[in-house]
């Protein structure tokens, strides 16, 4: 038995290759099928399979991609009504490989129709010894039941039995596979480490030693990270069935002047992709920032409109080409082109350019401190918020300045904060959209505010 583990940064998203003797499967694939078709040919093996635990809220799966290129069948929950060609299968149902056997199990909770494999090497013995848990059991966590409305109580119940009534009856040396790994916002408290045992959670997961079930519901429906936007239309789009990454158009230059055109008719959008101090240093007015140095694919997922044209200022062009699959990620497809030259082609074709200013945090704690009238606005998340925060300071979380902005003074000072400064730099882009103009960037955020003494 072969396992190899694909782990996709940003998204913190882990996909296998489980091999036999001549053939594989992939399981949880992401949107690049090329990887998998590589890797299997290193082992000398035919993909054979294609295994979907579940409708992936927090990314586009690449099941429809690997199946174009390979032909082989994809299996998915017999509950997920799924639209494209597929094996259902449902709990008992047994996918052969070689000389294992990949048992499929029934793990509603995180999401109705979730299912989860467990696989045997029948040539080693009848018992199992690798489990795929997709998003019901990770490392040190279990997944978040609430990102259906109105549902999270019923499918927190659902994930306790299966969590209690199933998967932990696994032998302790079992091995466990998640789906993700610590950076995502599938769960709450994820462990940085990417595979683990039965044995190890059921010692060492904290949720896993909630016995009472009613105190299990309570902890998994209160107070769980923000949901993003793109989670609320990933799971319909692989239901569907996702247009191959195949069919969609290259990502070319475009000058500057054809660009200034297009921003024109307000379909299109510019995403500017530079680190947040040449953000601020001179972008195109409306632009929306997110750097690539930050959570990138799952930022955009959230707050870039899918239902709009991009156009992309980079760095350097040869970026795009790891831009755009970032992008693809989290279903953000419309990609027109990117600027040639950047914000310099753009300047001296002599368009309008926008900036924001920066402080640094000593600049900041001085103002504070001699009374100036500045409204410190603090971008984090509320946990972030309650943990540490400058006494005074407004906590609204980045996304959320879309519908909350209004609550701001927009004639006076405010000055930006993050943990570093990227978030921060995307809330100040909302802002400008939103007609904002006296407002800072604090360069370095809470990290430069503790390191330079301010606590």
């Known amino acids: 038995m072969i396992i190899r583990q694909f782990f996709t940064p940003g998204i913190s998203h882990s996909s296998y290759l489980l091999g036999g003797v001549s053939s594989c499967v992939i399981i949880d694939p992401s949107r690049d099928p090329d990887m998998y078709i590589r890797a299997a040919d290193e082992e000398g ?17 690449g099941h429809v991609d690997l199946h174009e290129k390979t032909g082989a069948p994809i299996y998915a929950s017999k509950s997920s009504g799924c639209k494209f060609p597929h094996v259902a299968v449902s709990e008992g149902s047994t996918i052969s490989l070689d000389d294992c056997s990949i048992d499929v199990i029934e793990t509603p909770g995180h999401t109705p129709e ?8 029948l040539s080693s013995g009848s018992e199992p010894v690798a489990f795929f848990s997709g998003d019901t059991l990770f490392v040190g966590d279990v997944g978040r039941p609430d990102l259906f409305p109105g549902r999270a109580n019923e499918l927190a119940a659902a994930l306790y039995d299966s969590l209690h009534e199933k998967i ?4 302790d040396h079992c091995e ?35 016995r009472e079930k009613q105190a299990f519901i309570h902890e998994l429906t209160n107070k769980m990270p923000p949901s993003p936007d793109h989670f609320s239309r990933c799971s319909d789009i692989n239901r569907k069935g996702p247009v191959p990454i195949s069919s969609l158009p290259s ?7 054809t660009g200034k055109e297009l921003l024109k008719n307000g379909v299109y959008e510019i995403l ?3 680190r947040y101090d040449a953000f601020a240093s001179i972008h195109i007015p409306k632009s929306w920032n997110i750097g690539t140095e930050s959570n990138f694919s799952t930022f955009a997922g959230w707050v870039i409109p899918p239902d709009k044209d991009i156009l992309l200022i980079v760095h350097n062009p040869e970026e795009i080409s790891k831009i755009v699959p970032m992008l693809h990620k989290v279903g953000i497809d419309r990609i027109t082109g990117y600027i040639e030259k950047g914000m310099i082609g753009w300047a001296l074709g002599g368009n309008d350019v926008d900036h924001i200013r920066t402080i640094s945090v000593h600049e900041l704690a001085g103002m504070l401190q001699d009374g100036k009238e500045i409204t410190v606005l603090d ?5 972030e918020h309650a943990g540490y925060h400058i006494p005074g300071s ?15 003074p927009v004639d006076k000072p405010i000055a930006v904060i993050c943990g570093t400064g990227s978030r921060a730099s995307i809330a100040c882009s909302i802002l400008k959209r939103n007609g904002y103009s006296k407002i800072s960037i604090v360069v370095g955020g809470y990290t430069g505010w503790i390191a330079g003494g301010l606590q």
């Open 45 to 61: 093996l035919i993909v054979s399979g294609i295994l979907q635990t579940h409708l992936h809220a927090d990314f586009i799966s």
């Open 114 to 121: 979730h299912i989860g494999f467990i696989a045997t090497h």
């Open 168 to 171: 932990m009856k696994l032998p």
């Open 176 to 210: 466990v596979y998640p789906a993700h790994a610590a950076g995502t916002f599938c769960g709450r408290s994820l462990s940085a480490k990417r595979t683990t045992t039965i044995g190890y959670e059921r010692k060492f997961n904290p949720i896993l030693q909630i």
């Open 251 to 257: 990502v070319t230059g475009i000058k500057p002047r």
């Open 272 to 274: 500017d992709t530079r």
């Open 379 to 383: 971008v984090r998340t509320g946990a």
């Open 394 to 408: 407004v906590n609204i979380h980045w996304p959320d300045l879309r519908t909350r902005c209004s609550e701001l």
